[in-house]
Every structure is written in structure tokens, then in C-alpha cells.
């Protein structure tokens, strides 16, 4: 193998490969990395390269392997990985001849209704054609393929469930989500899982609750396949109907890490918790090396003189005490109020998180009233008990329940205020929106000349800011920095400029 | 230039042999990394076995297997090389009467008889294939991810008072981490990427069949499942796979052919580490109409 000219800057792109790979398959691919770029994957020139040299080493007919040579090369984050299969199917699932990756690719053609239903039919024992199965037929054949897991026969199902369901029309300008919805309403997966269960209960005989919970999720593990095959199903018609671009066009999601906070999905929300940790740790380590590298403390006398002798009095060598690394304390001091429920929830997360990092965390969350919740993190194993205490035991009503940031920042202090020292860095998390209180703003100065640092991260887009009862900007000018902070990017701007 | 694995399937086989049992995913891209030349960074849940992978494969291969286990703190001195500053002193002591010009003599105390080399020095040195192991790499600094990257790229040392150090052979890099934190860009660029997850549900299976002879196929299987329907509840820290074998043995030990609630809630400890995620699984498990996901 001669070098390949992996190097950067030879700006070369495709030509630099030699054309063993069909141009027609040079021009997919490229179209693939191009919209892997669009959905915000970072994908560089080198792994660009990587890829297409990659492929070369695998049998081209074989799916799987290219699927795997194209992820090893081009996705280089666990979290885009869903990302990237979403663009692979799109981009490889079409057929026509210029495009055939794949020869042994199951799906046959659109049209080839009789072979679907031959092959159904066969393994059913025998029944008719695939367009002439009625509703009835369709669901037996769904739930004896759900039955016996029998991946071959759930795909026959998918396709023909969607063929009959999902009333697909070509060019009509709706999401794959509501041909998926038209499909599953018709399917009932819900109560073709109790069947299974009581199926499986009567063929097993005895039958503890322990083991209904394992049989329940080895059938809905079989039924989230089929729903899969389903989705994958729909997708390929809609591409085949709108093309590849289009197609990639729609189904392009926010990765994690632009997911707004105040939007996030339930799924996506467990995403992003699961990110928060590396992220404290980046923190946590930033900090501390600030600390490891800081100035040199005064000169020490002692030790100076001490290390003289060696040289017959002379003070070759100033000796100098160690600095007194000052530890961070950090006040997190968030509003949990409905407006930023979703966004709270996060928070509270990343106070643990944090917690968890540095020595002196203290946490206060508050909505018109102000408490401070440092103990219900403290020693905790499990967040979202922490978080529920939080959210059923702090007392942060004063009035009504809607946010008041002067009154919850006056109490605040009032009764934290003397603990403020020189070494304290302030959060406030919050979008500021005061439903017209007063704004005591003169306390958010008095803190700022107090502490080290006071910031400010709100969770809504800079243009809303200022806009109707919000008044970030009269408490942000005694701030050291506010900061738009809706997604995880943000936040690690936010941490990487911080320090 | 010759390749050392032929390919994808006896890549494969060979894991398979020495008791590794991979997938297609892990099997190609460890393939790919012997093509192409480029190192691998494996990613996944801790237990997983993304260390026991560059294991095996140096087995496989009838190899050295040459680690660096990271952590905080780890420097040049320990990753690379250092100067053998004794020894260094001896000579010049021994010489001093002789009256050695200074030019020859520290052209001679900077040569290979006193450097020490270290295992990535080593790994580049070695005249013989070797597997290089940088386990744990996201445990160290940001900064101190650059002293890896010229040999991930070039295969190469630069020493300053001995210029650089090329290999001799390529051998087959494995970075491990277990994503505490994010490494930089210029690290993952230069690596395929390889993503180790808890294993499907017939892998753990089969795994659980190969590491523990004498289980019953039945009871490994309940195993598998019962792991599985663990992992779906949120946790501190899920069972990995060393633990499901530690649990498939206990109950090897124990006797027990078929898992009931009882067996199961009394050995919990052995696959979950915390008090809280024992409790929650305890509660969760036996209740189970509770859940629906």
C-alpha cells in the first residue's frame, strides 16, 4: 500500500482517491458527508479522507460493514451517532441502479407486491397474496411474528402494515411522523402486548410476577424492533417519493448539544444529564489548575537563608512559601419557577453535578420565596429524590407563587448575605421575567461588590431578552457576565470562559 | 507492506479463540485499524471489556501488549521517556580525570545507552510487532493529550537531543476512555472510532456461556434477560458485563437452576455496586405492572 495522502491542507478532497470506487458512489458519499455537516456533525477534511479510504477495505456489498467503516471514520462522538444513522439510511437505503450498495439489501422493489406477500404467506402457512390478507389476517401474522421474534417475518409485517395504513400519496407534504402515527393507531401494539403476555402465561404455566416483568420487556423490546422496521419502512418510501436531499432535509434534529433546555424532549432530557458530568469535571479540573498555576506566594525568609549554606551564604536560590490555594465556593442560586420549569429541572441537575466537583457548593433555588436547598443535594445518591425534596419540601412561596426576583433576592440577602466573602463566584439561573415587581436590582450590586464574580445564565434566546416583564438586562449590568446559556454548547462556552 | 489480519471474519474467529467475543461492529473497525494504520479510540461504559479488546487482540496476534495506564498528573517523563540522570552523572564523575572534551563527552551521555524509555518509546522502538494500550486516556489533562499525538499521527518520537525516533513498525494502537470528559478534537481526528456498549441480549449470552463453562444454556439466558431488564431502569451505574459473569457464577455456586424473585433480589448485590440502585431494582423488579416503558 503506497501512503495515502492523509495529510491536511492537500485540499485535494475526493480526487485524492484512486477511482477503485464507482464516480457514482464517490458523488453519494460525498452528498452523505455534506449533509453530515449540515446536521451539525464536525466533520474535518481528514476523517473526510479516512472514509473514503475506508471503504475500500470492505466488501462494498455488505451493508453492516460499510455502515461500520463510514462510523468509525466519520463519527467521533457517542452522541451523534443517531444522527449519523439517520443520514446512512436515508442516503443508503434507495435503490436504483447507481446507488446499489447493497445487492443483498432485503428491501426488494416498491412495487413487487407478490413476492411480500408470497414469503408472508409461506411462513404463515400458506395464506393468500399479500394484498388480499385482510386487517384480521395482518394482525394474527404480526402478533405470531412478535411471538416468535422472527426479525424476517416483523419486516414483511412492517412493510405491509404501512402499505395498507399509513395512506402515503405521493408528494403530499407531510412528515414521516404522521404516517408513522396512522400506521401504529391501526396496529394496536398496546394490546398486542397484553396478548403476548397472557399468551406466554398460559403456554408457561406458573408464572411470578418476575417473570411477566421479563417477559414484558422482551416483548416490547420485539415490538420497539417492529416499530423501527415501520419507521425505516415509511422512510424509504419517502425518499423514494422526495429524493435523498429533501428527505435528509426534514429529519435533520438538533444534536444533544444544541437541544434547548426549555424544549428538551423526556429522551433528550436524559441525554443531556448524562452529559452534564463531563462537563463539571472540565469545570472542576479548569479551576483547579488555575489554582496549581497560580503566582508564586511571598518570599520565605527561612528557607531562603536555609538553602544559602549550601552555597556558602550566598543566596543563590530565593525560596518562596507556597500560595494559600484559595478553594472556589460557589453559590448557585436558581429560580424554579414554572416559566423555567424545564430549564430547572436541568439545573438542579447541574448543581449536583457541581456538587459533586468542588468542596463548597451552596445551592439556593427560589420563586417569590428563597430557600436554600444545600442539604438535599448533600450526600445523596439519588438525584431525582434530591430533585422531588426540592421540589415538594423548599419553601420558595412567599405570595402567590409566581416569580418575584426582588423579593427573592432581598431574603436572599438578608439571611445569606453576610456569608458572601471575596472568594464567592455567584450563579443565577433564571429568565429574569419579574411579572412587574420591583427589582431591588441594588442588591444584585451589592453582591457583585461583595463576591468575586456574580453571573447570570438565562435559558431563553438573547432577542426575548428585555421583552415584556423581563429585566435581565437592569440586573446584568451589576453582573460580571450574562450569558444566553440554552443548550449544552452554551454551557460549555459559558464554563470555558469562565476560567 | 503486510497486513495482519486477512480479514473481518477470521478477525473474528480469532477473538472467538481466545475467548473475546465481538461483534461485527468491533471486529471491523479493529480490522480497519490494521489497514489503515490508524489508531483506535474505544469509548463505552466502563466494564465492557474495551481494555480486555486490545488484550485479546495482542493475543490473537501472539504479540507484546505494551500499556500505559493514564492518569491525572501522568508527564513526558512517564509516558515517553526520560533521561537516566544517574546514570548520566556517573559518567561524567568516572571520565572527570581522564580530561574527556566537553563536546564528546555530552554528545555520548545524551545517546540511547541513557535514555529510558517508557512505554510509548518503547511501543515505537520495539522491533517486533506490539499492541500499544493507553488505557483510561480521558484521565488525564487536556494538556497533556498533545504528548500523544505525534505518535498517534506519525509513529514517531522527537527527542530533542536525539532528533527523532521513527518506527520501525506500526504497531496497533487501543485508547480506551470512559468519556468522564470530553477529549479534543485533535486526539479524536487523528483515531477511528469505536463505541463498545453493553452487549445485545444472545451476545451477553453467549458470553456468559463462554466465561462460565459450567452454566446451563437456560440459566444463561435468564441471566442475559433479567441483566437487561436491569439496565432499562435508570441507575447510578448500570451492571456491566464482568458483573453479569461475577452474578452468572455465584449462581453456578449457589445451585440455582432457575431464577426466582427470591434468588434474584438476595444477589443483587453482586451486580450493582450502590445501596440506592439495589433498592430501586428490588422494588422495581417484582412490581410489574408498575412499569411500562
Known amino acids: ?499 | 507492506m503486510s497486513f495482519r489480519f486477512k480479514d473481518v471474519a477470521s478477525l473474528k474467529d480469532g477473538l472467538q479463540r481466545v475467548d473475546y467475543l465481538s461483534d461485527e461492529g468491533i471486529a471491523g473497525v479493529v480490522y480497519l485499524a490494521d489497514r489503515l494504520q490508524k489508531p483506535v479510540l474505544v469509548e463505552g461504559p466502563a466494564g465492557t471489556g474495551k481494555t480486555q479488546l486490545a488484550k485479546s487482540v495482542s493475543e490473537v496476534l501472539g504479540t507484546r501488549l505494551i500499556r500505559l495506564q493514564c492518569y491525572e498528573g501522568l508527564d513526558e517523563a512517564k509516558a515517553l521517556y526520560e533521561w537516566n540522570y544517574k546514570k548520566q552523572l556517573l559518567r561524567i564523575q568516572s571520565d572527570g580525570s581522564e580530561g574527556h572534551d566537553w563536546d564528546g563527552l555530552s554528545d555520548d551521555i545524551f545517546s540511547d545507552e541513557f535514555l529510558l524509555t517508557r512505554p510509548l518509546l518503547e511501543a515505537i522502538s520495539a522491533t517486533d510487532p506490539v499492541v500499544l494500550l493507553i488505557d483510561e486516556v480521558d484521565r488525564v489533562e487536556v494538556e497533556t493529550e498533545a504528548l500523544l499525538l505525534e505518535i498517534l499521527s506519525d509513529y514517531q518520537v522527537s527527542i530533542p537531543e536525539l532528533g527523532t525516533i521513527e518506527a520501525s513498525q506500526i504497531p496497533l494502537v487501543f485508547l480506551t476512555s470512559n468519556n468522564t470528559r470530553e477529549l479534543s478534537e485533535a486526539l479524536k481526528r487523528r483515531c477511528l472510532y469505536l463505541h463498545v456498549d453493553y452487549p445485545d441480549l444472545e451476545r451477553e449470552k453467549e458470553i456468559v456461556l463462554t466465561k462460565v463453562p459450567e452454566i446451563t444454556e437456560n440459566l444463561a439466558d435468564q441471566v442475559a434477560r433479567v441483566v437487561r431488564s436491569i439496565r432499562q431502569i435508570e441507575l447510578k451505574k448500570a451492571p456491566s458485563v464482568s458483573e453479569t459473569i461475577d452474578w452468572a457464577r455465584t449462581l453456578v455456586l449457589l445451585g440455582v437452576e432457575k431464577i426466582e424473585e427470591q434468588t434474584a433480589s438476595d444477589t443483587l448485590n453482586i451486580l450493582l455496586k450502590y445501596q440506592s440502585d439495589i433498592k430501586k431494582v428490588a422494588k422495581e423488579l417484582v412490581t410489574a405492572d408498575g412499569v411500562s416503558v
Not at chain 1, 199 to 220: I, K, P
Not at chain 1, 241 to 255: H, I, Q, S, Y
Not at chain 1, 369 to 387: H, K, M, P
Request: proline letters at 4%; charged letters at 30%.
Open chain 1, 1 to 499: 500500500m503506497t501512503a495515502i495522502s492523509t495529510s491536511e491542507g492537500n485540499g485535494a478532497g475526493t480526487q485524492a482517491v484512486p477511482l477503485e470506487l464507482g464516480d457514482a458512489i464517490l458523488e453519494l458519499l460525498n452528498g452523505f458527508i455534506i449533509e453530515l455537516r449540515a446536521a451539525g456533525l464536525p466533520v474535518s477534511l481528514t476523517e473526510n479522507l479516512d472514509a473514503l479510504e475506508a471503504v475500500k477495505h470492505v466488501p462494498i456489498g455488505d451493508r453492516e460493514s460499510f455502515k461500520y467503516a463510514l462510523g468509525a471514520t466519520l463519527v467521533k462522538h457517542y452522541n451523534h451517532w443517531k444522527a449519523f444513522e439517520t443520514v446512512f439510511e436515508v442516503y443508503f437505503s434507495l435503490r436504483g441502479k447507481e446507488y446499489v450498495i447493497a445487492e443483498d439489501d432485503e428491501f426488494g422493489d416498491l412495487d413487487d407486491d407478490e413476492l411480500d406477500g408470497d414469503q408472508l404467506g409461506d411462513q404463515q402457512g400458506g395464506g393468500g397474496a399479500g394484498e388480499n390478507l385482510s386487517p384480521e389476517e395482518l394482525a394474527e401474522m404480526l402478533f405470531q411474528s412478535l411471538m416468535r421474534g422472527d426479525a424476517q417475518m416483523m419486516k414483511g409485517v412492517a412493510r405491509q402494515a404501512v402499505r395498507r395504513f399509513a395512506g402515503m400519496e405521493p408528494g403530499r407534504p407531510v412528515g414521516g411522523t404522521y404516517y408513522l402515527y396512522r400506521t401504529l393507531r391501526n396496529l394496536d401494539l398496546d394490546g398486542v402486548l397484553e396478548r403476548l403476555l397472557q399468551q406466554a402465561q398460559e403456554t408457561q404455566g406458573e408464572f411470578s410476577e418476575f417473570d411477566q416483568r421479563l417477559w414484558r420487556d422482551e416483548y416490547q423490546q420485539r415490538i420497539d424492533q417492529l416499530q423501527k422496521e415501520i419507521e425505516a419502512e415509511i422512510r424509504r418510501r419517502l425518499v423514494a417519493d422526495r429524493g435523498v436531499e429533501a428527505m435528509a432535509k426534514t429529519l435533520r434534529k438538533p444534536l444533544p448539544e444544541d437541544v434547548d433546555f426549555m424544549h428538551a424532549s423526556r429522551e433528550e432530557m436524559a441525554n443531556l444529564r448524562k452529559a452534564i458530568y463531563p462537563l463539571t469535571r472540565k469545570l472542576a479540573a479548569r479551576l483547579q489548575r488555575k489554582r496549581r498555576h497560580g503566582r508564586r506566594g511571598p518570599l520565605d525568609f527561612r528557607r531562603t537563608v536555609r538553602a544559602s549554606l549550601s552555597y556558602g551564604g550566598v543566596p543563590v536560590e530565593p525560596k518562596f512559601r507556597n500560595p494559600n490555594p484559595h478553594k472556589p465556593e460557589i453559590f448557585v442560586v436558581a429560580d424554579i419557577s414554572g416559566s423555567v420549569a424545564a430549564f430547572a429541572r436541568f439545573t438542579l441537575h447541574l448543581v449536583y453535578a457541581i456538587s459533586g466537583q468542588f468542596s463548597k457548593v451552596r445551592s439556593f433555588v427560589f420563586i417569590d420565596g428563597l430557600d436554600e436547598v444545600t442539604s438535599y443535594f448533600e450526600g445523596v445518591e439519588d438525584i431525582n429524590e434530591a430533585v422531588h425534596r426540592v421540589n415538594t419540601e423548599a419553601d420558595v412561596v412567599w405570595v402567590d407563587g409566581h416569580s418575584d426576583y426582588g423579593h427573592a433576592f432581598g431574603v436572599f440577602w438578608q439571611k445569606y448575605g453576610k456569608d458572601i466573602g471575596p472568594r464567592t463566584s455567584i450563579m443565577i439561573l433564571g429568565d429574569a421575567r419579574n411579572n412587574y415587581h420591583a427589582a431591588e436590582s441594588w442588591i444584585v450590586k451589592e453582591m457583585q461588590d461583595k463576591a468575586r464574580h456574580v453571573y447570570w445564565l438565562n435559558p431563553e434566546p438573547r432577542s426575548y431578552w428585555d421583552t415584556g416583564d423581563s429585566i435581565v438586562g437592569e440586573y446584568s449590568q451589576h453582573c460580571d457576565g450574562a450569558f444566553e446559556v440554552r443548550n449544552l454548547r452554551q454551557l460549555e462556552g459559558f464554563v470555558e470562559n469562565l476560567v
